[in-house]
């Protein structure tokens, strides 16, 4: 009997608080984000609920860089608490560029999943020094039906495109639009960089994974009708092997 009463209690007050968070205002958001991630992150405006809300922006500071998520709105599916876990619909951006997708995380995994989405290109290249010198600008669309780390192995897959991107460095613009295939397997993310079109032609194969970091090989050459325009940005990337193509190697992060 006693083990009966204590369940009950403990059901009792899951749902009392389970009716406190439906309940709490967005403000309660906004209260949380300012105390985990201090100024770097600032919820505008929020209105709603804790559950289901809107927000005018989403103000996030990444590598010195002030990204805008505008028109941020997010629901929580209920149907996931069931399971565990945290399932987080989230949409944002003008009529022009809607963006969605789902982010869920759970006792022991944590992943995105019907991901279609714009995102800031502006913070990409002051991530990577041979990149802030090279490139800037451009657009970022994110496309995954589900990509997620389950009990420590990566599944699913994605793509990332990077279109219109620019440089200062020459008057050839846009540099191009390249692609970024990014596929679960097991304790590893592998990365597959491609080239859409453009005068600058990218490719490069590589991986991620949290022992590691990011091991990336690239090569960069243009075509020969814009190779002299394009050579401030090539010798970026270093001397020219005997076909011309200028080779990189990225090495980042990783517990090693």
């Known amino acids: 009997m006693r083990k009966s009463r204590l369940g009950y209690v403990i059901a009792a007050a899951a749902l009392f608080l389970a009716l406190l968070l439906a309940t709490a205002p967005a403000s309660l958001a906004s209260w949380l984000v300012q105390r985990n991630f201090g100024p770097a992150v600032v919820l505008e405006q929020a209105e ?59 006792w022991n995994q944590a992943g995105i999943e019907n991901v279609d989405a714009v995102l800031p290109a502006k913070p990409l290249p002051e991530m990577i020094p041979v990149l802030r010198n ?17 009990a420590g192995e990566f599944s699913g897959a994605a793509e990332l495109v990077w279109a219109n991107v620019g440089s200062a460095l020459t008057p050839v613009n846009p540099l191009g639009d390249y692609r970024f295939q990014i596929t679960g397997d097991k304790q590893r993310v592998l990365i597959r960089a491609e080239t859409l079109r453009g005068a600058l032609h990218l490719a490069g194969n590589g991986e991620w ?30 001397a020219a092997d005997r076909n011309g193509n200028r080779i990189i190697a990225l090495r980042l992060g990783g517990d090693r």
């Open 134 to 150: 090279a490139f800037s600008g451009g657009e970022l669309t994110l496309r995954s039906k589900k990509l997620v780390r389950k």
């Open 48 to 106: 709603g609920g804790l559950w289901a809300g809107k927000a005018k922006a989403l103000h996030v500071m990444l590598s010195g860089s002030s990204v805008v998520i505008p028109a941020l709105t997010w629901r929580v599916r209920w149907g996931a608490l069931f399971k565990g876990e945290i399932a987080l619909e989230i949409a944002y951006g003008a009529a022009g560029k809607p963006s969605a997708g789902t982010v869920f995380l759970g």
């Open 209 to 238: 994974s949290t022992k590691e970091g990011l091991r990336f090989t690239a090569s960069a050459n243009a075509e020969p009708a814009r190779r002299a325009e394009l050579e401030p940005v090539l010798k970026l990337f270093g």
